[in-house]
């Protein structure tokens, strides 16, 4: 009663509420369970009820969830249970450390196990491994290093690999490095199917050391050539840089690739041919070092020692501002440009112009780029990417009226920029409600640039201008050339249903029936097909054989055998290790369609989802038409119970979430963005911060985003407030999603905000755009894969 108190008066000082009040319940209970179920396992009293049919049912529902990928539910089904007493005992309480280290709350495992005393020597070895594992995860390193040596030390027969490599990882972050290399030794010995990578790994950690025994070592991972070379050249000749042996670094880096070679250039091998007093071969160096981004901040002062010309100067300039050093990198353009020939100083002015933006000086930006902005309309051959430039300035000027001047100049040059710049024109003027004068944009940008996306573009919004206003024949003229231009354009699906839209409008339900009936056709898959599909009475799918079953062949011993690899390179922290084995696996043989097919489902089964994605489409290439099981591979459902709990608590459809995540991720929980979008459904971290609480997950922190139930409960939890922001509009949802709440609320005031089809095709972003018509062909796709989706739960 006492320990109940406790947790009931913690929970309303913390508002703590849903699965995670788990973590809180651990951390209350560790002195209780320790006192009651400690070395010596007592025997249930009438409330505890473990031995009970009860309470055996709890412990495998739980572990039914964490076999599901469910360790938050795990832990909230378990949690309460302790710590009402009535389950007890060393499975109970491992098996819910083992929930939250699925989950990685840390904290949690350390609150049930680091003062508890197992009754068994097995019990206490699982927990002193669940402790080194909390440990590390906490960055308590030292303490994490003495748990995985006494689970080592007691552990009966061979430990687990991934006991081996966790050790080696945290004696390598103690700076240990023999202590690394001797637990990756033993490795070695005990699992040679993935011994090559051992071996590499053993390789970093002699050159860490900077024990010459490495080289020896990487000659021996190059003569046996089962991982990448370079992989090994590169820890080698770092090494012998390090050991003041720059030829013997000379020679690996020359043995290895370019992409060794340049990570070498700007601290070894530059530096070593300029000691050598082979300046040629120093300066290739750091232009290397700088082309590729891969310099230090003293490569451009050493290449400039050596060459002082203007190229050099525009280089190192432009490599300065790339990497954030813009006053030096303003400093070094400046001089190019006052040494440059006339017919490069405008491209150095750009960039000069662009660090004077990143420094806040809007105005010297300007000032750099006056010799050419002095005159716009004298200008007859504009150089349209400078005049885009100075647009941005002049608007950060306040100077509006210079700002539309040089953007219309800008469209007046050539290239993708002058495109983009005359669509803009027209965009600006559609938005502001001028629809006369921005088809006659969208008709000069599309005739001025009819090879560029947005010259096709613009044809695209011509016609759909001229539908929306009503002009009926002329969207009909429009649709017509964009079919016969650009037969295998990215938007002529959507042209052909639009022709079908505009032979309906016109009274022509015989040609209107015929284009849908194409567009259906064409690719039944698509966002086109499945609108056209209620206008025809055609069943998409199954008029193109989507019904069809086949069997399954058997998994490919070759692709077994990789896969066996994959996963335990996955288990120990290497799926980048795991994914080469892919890639050599996927390259050889066998090659045949049976072959590509079994190995596509084997990887999705064991969540390799990107490359099991990859496979089905290697197989369809082979086949030429589909059929269900070619069909599931490339659409694959992993996390599917994880996934159906989230989508049902927040009241989303599972077959709109599924298809959303296919799009995020290709379900890839590890996977992150450009943006820092990650896991399964591309949670930025602040917005996954922000949502938390109010997803049951008040214990949440960052890293947890790639666990697939917290990252699903989170990113629901979000597009669940976003579409209830929104009425509940799927494509509100979408774009909000995709592109931010704040432009969906802009652009749903375009006159196209009343009708859903025509919304989507006036996003203005391509991005989200395709992303809208993405997603939902998506859902569609796995309501017809996966009717049942959220009928059963585990």
């Known amino acids: ?44 009293g009438p409330g505890r009820v473990e ?66 005393e197992g009754s068994t020597p097995a019990a206490r070895s699982q927990a002193t491994l669940l402790l080194a594992r909390a440990y590390a995860g906490l960055d308590s390193l030292t303490r994490s290093a003495a748990q995985y040596r006494a689970y080592l030390d007691g552990v009966d027969g061979t430990p687990p690999l991934r006991a081996r490599v966790e050790f080696a990882r945290v004696s390598y972050r103690r700076y240990q490095w023999y202590e690394a290399r001797d637990q990756l030794a033993f490795a070695e010995r005990e699992h040679p199917e993935v011994a090559p990578w051992l071996r590499l790994s053993r390789l970093y950690a002699l050159a860490e050391a900077e024990d010459r025994d490495a080289f020896a070592l990487a000659d021996s991972i190059l003569r046996e050539g089962r991982v990448p070379a370079d992989s090994a050249l590169l820890p080698a000749a ?26 070498l250039a700007a601290r070894h091998l530059g530096p070593h041919y300029l000691a050598m007093g082979d300046s040629a071969s120093a300066a290739a160096a750091f232009m290397d070092a700088i ?13 400039l020692a050596l060459t002082r010309s203007w190229r050099t ?67 007859t051959a504009p150089r349209a990417s400078l005049w885009m430039l100075a647009a941005s300035i002049y608007r950060a000027l306040g100077r509006h009226g210079d700002a539309d001047e040089a953007h219309k100049t800008a469209a007046r040059g050539s290239g993708d920029v002058a495109a983009r710049a005359a669509y803009l ?37 011509l016609a759909l201008l001229a539908y929306h206003e009503g002009r009926y024949e002329e969207a009909r003229t429009h649709l017509a050339e964009y079919r016969e231009r650009y037969p295998e354009g990215e938007w002529v699906q959507g042209a052909i249903y639009w022709s079908g839209k505009v032979a309906e409008a016109l009274g022509d339900a015989q040609a209107a029936s015929a284009f849908y009936a194409r567009a259906l056709r064409y690719n039944p898959l698509d ?89 089905g489409w290697r197989a369809q290439a082979i086949r030429g038409r589909w059929t269900r099981p070619l069909l599931e591979a490339i659409y694959p459902l992993p996390f599917r119970e994880a996934l159906v709990a989230a989508a049902g608590r927040n009241g989303l459809p599972p077959h709109f979430v599924a298809g959303l995540s296919r799009r995020e991720s290709m379900f890839d929980p590890e996977i992150r963005s450009v943006a820092n979008a990650i896991g399964l459904m591309q949670l930025l971290p602040e917005t996954a911060r922000n949502v938390s609480s109010r997803a049951g997950l008040a214990g949440y922190r960052r890293h947890q985003l790639t666990v697939p139930q917290v ?84």
């Open 51 to 116: 031995a009970t049919t009860a309470g055996a049912d709890v412990l495998e529902r739980a572990r039914r969830l964490l076999d599901a990928r469910m360790p938050v539910s795990a832990s909230a089904l378990l949690a309460p249970a302790l710590a009402a007493g009535e389950l007890a005992g060393d499975e109970a309480v491992l098996l819910a450390a083992r929930a939250f280290a699925d989950q990685r709350a840390w904290a949690s495992v350390l609150g049930l196990l680091s003062e508890r």
């Open 425 to 461: 024109l027209a965009d600006l003027e559609h938005d502001a409600g001028r629809p006369d004068i921005a088809g006659e944009g969208f008709e000069r940008s599309y005739r001025a640039f009819p090879g560029a996306s947005y010259g096709t573009r613009s044809l695209e919004r």
């Open 1 to 44: 009663m006492h320990v109940q108190q406790r947790i009931r008066r913690l929970a309303r000082i913390h508002r703590v509420s849903g699965p995670w009040l788990g973590s809180l319940l651990s951390l209350v209970l560790t002195s209780a369970l320790a006192a009651q179920v400690g070395s010596a396992a007592p025997s249930p």
């Open 313 to 379: 100067l525009r280089d190192v300039g432009r490599s300065d501002t790339r990497a954030g050093r813009h006053s030096r990198g303003a400093g070094y353009l400046s001089e190019a440009l006052e040494l440059a020939p006339a017919a490069e100083r405008p491209g150095i002015a750009e960039s000069l112009a662009s660090a004077y933006m990143a420094l806040g000086a809007p105005g010297r930006a300007a000032e750099a780029l006056a010799p050419w902005t002095g005159d716009p309309a004298s200008v």
């Open 238 to 263: 770092r090494l012998a840089f390090k050991l003041e042996s720059p030829e013997r670094g000379a020679a690996l880096a020359a043995r290895a690739g370019r992409g060794v070679r340049n990570v």
């Open 291 to 303: 082309g590729r981004g891969l310099q230090t901040p003293e490569t451009g002062p050493a290449l």
């Open 711 to 794: 990252n699903l409960m989170l990113g629901t939890r979000y597009l669940a407030e976003v579409l209830g922001r929104f009425d509940n509009f799927d494509i509100a949802g979408m774009i909000s999603y995709n592109a931010g709440p704040h432009r969906y609320t802009r652009w749903r005031d375009f006159p196209e905000f009343s009708d859903e089809e025509k919304l989507v095709e006036r996003i203005p972003y391509r991005e989200t755009r395709e992303y809208v018509r993405a997603v939902t062909e998506l859902a569609e796709i796995y309501r017809f894969l996966y009717p049942d989706l959220g009928v059963s739960n585990p």
């Open 527 to 615: 966002y086109y097909a499945i609108l056209a599909e209620p206008r025809t009475g055609a069943d998409r799918l199954a008029a193109v054989g989507l019904r069809e079953e086949e069997p399954l062949p058997d998994l490919d011993p070759i692709h077994a055998t990789a896969l066996r690899r994959m996963n335990v390179l996955r288990e120990v922290g290497w799926p980048q290790r795991a994914r080469r084995e892919y890639r050599r696996a996927s390259e050889g043989e066998p090659s045949t369609y049976g072959a590509i097919l079994a190995f596509a489902h084997a990887l999705n089964d064991a969540e390799w989802t990107r490359e099991g994605i990859r496979e």
